[in-house]
């Protein structure tokens, strides 16, 4: 069935609640290595600190739907994971397109960006149809694209790492998340990374991704709670540290080209 955080994840901001935020994890279980977990709880985090009351579901194949869904993720998983999510993702498909079209936001990542597109087809041969959310097409191949990434997005510079054996086209008229500045990408040949369409953003980039790059978690918490609560009024956040760190790894991943 469906679970509710506790603990960190869920619950009041102190000082008062602007209201509560629904953030829905798509199967925590299977599709979740290299730290996506993490983006989950970046977004709890900076919905309280912003004032709102984050309601984290994890949502896992065969349970019902969560009573409400303000802000959908979902992470990267082996190709054995996203065979064993596919048939939920499936029985679910028209709920999800209905989300997607009333403006929710979502961040897809690696696996999960590959099941949001038209079909990924593992480097063994077998074809996993995806939702079509996302107008692209992934093909694993034996060689892997591994490593830190820089790329350059309507939201600023993002940073990463990516690993996957996945290669990517973009269809005709499908926005890329971001121009690679470091790393490989979509595919290592066209420049692209990731796929975008409005509020739905789905990228290769581990890390986890939210934490490292605070204006796209914002952007996110803000599509979240203007959706939850009609507006989006911001808190006092010291992101010093986080932006630090970015700049550092921007500038150290440009200058060794
Ligand atoms: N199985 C996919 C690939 O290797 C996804 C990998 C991942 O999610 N990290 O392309």
Redesign the pocket.
Known sequence: MSEQHTADLTGPPPGGSKGRVHLVHLYPRE?S??GDLGNTRCLAARLRWHGYEPVVHDHHPGAPWPERADLLVG?????SG?IRVQDDLAAHADRLRQLVADGVPMLM???MY?LFGQA?T?VEGTRLPGLGILDVT?R?NAK?MIGPVVLETELGDVVGYE????STELGPGQQPFGRVRHGSGNNGNDGTEGARTGNVIGSYL?GPLLPANPALADFLVGAAARRATGDFVPGDVDDTLAQEAHRRQVRRLLATG
């Open positions: 599709m290595i290299y992470g990267g998983g082996q190709d996203q990542i690696c696996g590959q990924f593992t992934a694993g892997r690993n996957h054996s996945g581990h």
